[in-house]
């Protein structure tokens, strides 16, 4: 439905996206998450039609997609017209009432009388704000005003949607609101791609997950797929008494970066029942006790911070 075909563009010298390609199909969520600078933000103005690219395409539609920056006038429009797009930043106004944000985006898109009122009617209830339909938005609350710009994405009914951040400080009731709304419209055969910082929130909606980093795609799988690039799949967090060889200790099989600070070890694991014993046992042949020790599992965050590592992005 919606196809970054080989993009790349560049702001003087610094090339911000180096092609790039992914696509998003109908009845799925696909997450493109990345470091600050990472060109995420330039990403989705090109496949919003925003900034043209220097290189390369984005294609809208099925099958064969038409190219949206090769095309003007009407043509352009109509592709556009296929795209809802929730910004971070609010794009509502705020003294027109809820209806009429809605009535004035739907008219830009083409839609008037009856069938504009029915959209509008069916988008706020589909956003829980029918009951503030007459209300203007400067009364809302930051939740209630996400929930309204998602629904000035929805009003013209596109097929694709293109969600930069929603979440962003919104209470945890309003989070779920928006996640509900997102499976609904994923059920509903929509093509939706999510950015975020928030690696849960990844982990709870996402079918596929784009990983970028310098203008590149670093990844692109299932968070499945994801976990099986780390070598180390499980963990153990230990609290042992004394300092452990860790070259020593990571030469045991199975065992994977073990790292010490304090009285706490953290080794990985790759593989939980078969690997814990092993530890155990180079510990207790080495002579530390163990005082206490936990067990988990590797996160889109580990998997995340292996790919981009742990520098700084300013």
Same mark, same amino acid.
């Given at each position: ?17 180096? @092609? ?21 933000? =330039? ?10 690219? @220097? ?7 099925? +099958? ?15 592709? !556009? ?36 009122? =029915? ?15 007459? @209300? ?8 209630? !005003? ?9 009003? &013209?009914?596109?097929?694709?949607? $293109? ?31 999510? =950015?975020? &910082? ?17 203008? !590149?795609?670093?990844?692109?799988? =299932?968070?499945?797929?994801? &976990? ?11 609290? $042992? ?44 042949? &080495? ?8 067990? +988990? ?18």
């Amino acid at each position: 439905m919606l196809e970054a075909r080989n993009l790349g563009k560049s702001y003087g010298s610094r090339k911000v996206v180096d @092609d790039l390609s992914f696509d998003v199909m109908p009845g799925e969520i696909v997450g493109l998450l990345g470091p600050n600078g990472a060109g995420k933000s =330039t990403t989705v103005a090109m496949l919003c039609g925003l900034v043209a690219p @220097d290189s390369g395409q984005v294609l809208v539609g099925n +099958g064969h997609g038409a190219p949206l920056a090769a095309l003007g006038g009407a043509d352009a429009a109509r592709l !556009k017209a296929r795209i809802g797009v929730v910004p971070q930043e609010l794009s509502i106004y705020e003294t027109l009432t809820a209806e009429a944000n809605l009535a004035l985006f739907g008219a830009l898109y083409g839609l008037a009388g009856a069938p504009l009122r =029915t959209r509008v009617a069916e988008t706020l209830a589909g956003v829980g704000l029918s009951d503030r339909a007459k @209300d203007k938005p400067a009364t809302f609350s930051g939740g209630m !005003k996400r929930r309204l710009n998602i629904a000035a994405a929805l009003v &013209h009914d596109p097929d694709t949607l $293109i969600f930069d951040e929603p979440t962003v400080g919104v209470d945890p009731q309003s989070r779920n609101a928006i996640f509900d709304h997102l499976e609904a419209l994923r059920a509903r055969g929509k093509a939706i791609l999510y =950015t975020t &910082h928030y690696m849960e929130e990844a982990e709870r909606l996402c079918d596929r997950i784009v990983i970028m980093d310098h203008g !590149k795609v670093v990844a692109s799988d =299932t968070l499945q797929g994801l &976990h099986r690039r780390l070598p180390a799949v499980d963990s153990l967090e230990l609290e $042992i008494e004394g300092e452990a060889d860790l070259a020593s200790l990571a030469r045991e099989p199975g065992v994977e970066r073990p790292q010490q600070q304090g009285v706490l070890l953290r080794v990985g694991l790759a593989d939980l029942a078969r690997t814990a014993p092993v530890v155990l046992s180079w510990l207790a042949a &080495h002579g530390h006790t163990v005082r206490r020790l936990s067990s +988990g599992r590797a996160n889109l965050e580990d998997v995340f911070l292996s790919l981009t590592g742990r520098q700084l992005r300013d």
